[in-house]
């Protein structure tokens, strides 16, 4: 994951992009330069701040819930150090921390684009590969079944009146 989130943190101003699954495991990469071209500062622990973004959107979500059909998808706090941007996806929660002065608009793309990559990861890992897949066949009779030489089942008749398939 860290590969699909270090194109998002080498924009510039971006001073961290992170991504925590819904089970709570945050994945955090540090900025690059400033918009001014000198090194980020330090963000303290980006974990914590990774964990305090995931609750506050959850606090979010649960009190508009009452007053829309969705929670929310995108979120922008605006504050006096810089920007947090939140981007919820089904299976984890993507988040940039601006420098103070960047609007989010210039970022929703690039965001868009990370999240659709890691959904299709996501996908791909519940898959299983097609050369250990089952091939598929009709589920297995109680009775075994007589094929002809062209491979079709054949039913037949017992001496008791009954019909059964055989072998």
Do not use: Y
């Not at 605006?78 to 984890?92: D, H």
């Not at 684009?113 to 009709?138: F, N, Y």
């Amino acid at each position: 994951m860290i590969e699909l989130l270090e194109p998002l943190a080498k924009q510039p101003g971006v001073l961290m992009a992170a991504l925590v699954s819904d089970d709570g495991v945050p994945v955090a990469v540090p900025g690059g330069l400033g918009s001014d071209g000198s090194p980020q500062g330090s963000l303290g622990d980006p974990e914590a701040l990774a964990a305090f973004s995931a609750g506050w959107l959850d606090e979010l979500a649960g009190s508009v819930a009452l007053l829309s059909c969705d929670a929310p998808r995108r979120v922008v706090l605006r504050a006096t150090r810089g920007t947090l941007l939140l981007l919820r996806t089904s299976g984890a929660v993507l988040l940039v921390l601006l420098e103070s002065g960047l609007g989010p608009d210039e970022l929703w793309l690039p965001m868009e684009g990370v999240a659709a990559r890691i959904q299709r990861i996501l996908r791909g890992m519940g898959e299983t590969p097609v050369a250990e897949s089952a091939p598929i066949d009709d589920p297995a009779s109680a009775l075994p079944a007589e094929t002809d030489a062209g491979g079709v089942p054949t039913i037949v008749h017992d001496r008791e009146g009954g019909d059964s398939a055989r072998n």
